[in-house]
């Protein structure tokens, strides 16, 4: 497997941030040939944002390793067709993220938007998160993904179901020994929007934040396996987000008629 496999490592953190260090790390006890293409600084909650109109550079940092001043989705593209143009990687992997990346959160994730753009020229995409504590934002420990990150990796390489899907991984935020187990499971459709307004103690001045997480939450859904259960969750996302019972329920019924 590690003569076979060309895997592509980025994130929404930044080229120098302990997770993608971590993933790297996973991805080299996996495959001989890892490569690294990743935003110069932070674009956490970017999702699938492209820098269009607006020049880039490619930053070489080490024989393997590039950052870009752009979005994850940059990132792998420029990954995909410029840099492995001659060999295109055989996986994605996004993250590991620092903070859980669940729920209706993945729309709007850089970290699941690097998997994504995987899927779409062609390779396995596998998006993967640290959960931790956000009213501690300065403590989150990284054990359960160092040690079952290459195992659900693995895991998913050996046994993902066709090319597209992208995989949405997170670890739970206890002790790696602590882990219940691997789990597919959805993700958590809210009931509301979670994000909204918040003032700052500057005059004029306010945060787009999480408050509160909205309520009810399904049991069997991703938020509440990973954060009440200590699960490794792991959700297949599709990329084909048509509804096709919408379009068969209203075939025939529009009309531009009035």
């Not at 060999?87 to 699941?112: E, F, W, Y």
């Not at 997170?170 to 993700?187: K, M, Q, S, Y």
């Not at 049991?219 to 969750?233: F, G």
Request: charge should be negative; include cysteine; glycine fraction near 8%.
């Amino acid at each position: 497997m590690a003569d076979q496999l060309r895997i592509l490592v980025t994130n929404d953190d930044g080229v120098d941030a302990p997770g993608i260090k971590l993933l790297e790390k996973i991805a080299r006890k996996i495959s001989d040939d890892v490569w690294v293409v990743a935003p110069a600084g932070n674009q956490s909650g970017v999702g699938h944002k492209f820098t269009l109109g607006t020049e880039l550079s490619l930053d070489q940092r080490d024989s393997q390793v590039f950052a870009i001043e752009g979005t994850p989705a940059d990132c792998v593209v420029i990954g995909m067709t410029h840099v492995l143009k001659d060999k295109p990687a055989d996986i994605v992997l996004s993250g590991v993220n620092r903070g859980q990346n669940i729920a209706d959160i993945i729309h709007c994730s850089g970290t699941a938007a690097g998997a994504r753009e995987g899927v779409l020229h062609g390779a396995l995409g596998i998006a993967l998160s640290q959960s931790m504590d956000f009213s501690n934002e300065q403590m989150i420990g990284w054990e359960c993904a160092e040690r079952h990150g290459e195992a659900a990796i693995r895991s998913i390489i050996e046994n993902g179901a066709g090319k597209d899907v992208y995989y949405n991984v997170n670890f739970p935020r206890c002790a790696a020994d602590e882990v219940t187990g691997i789990e597919l499971v959805p993700h958590q459709r809210f009931s509301e929007a979670a994000f909204e307004y918040y003032p700052s103690d500057n005059d004029g001045k306010f945060f787009v934040t999480i408050l509160k997480t909205p309520s009810p939450l399904d049991a069997d859904a991703d938020c509440v396996r990973l954060l009440e259960h200590n699960a490794v969750t792991v959700t297949p996302v599709r990329m084909q987000q048509s509804d096709f019972d919408a379009i068969n329920d209203l075939q025939g019924k529009l009309s531009l008629d009035q």
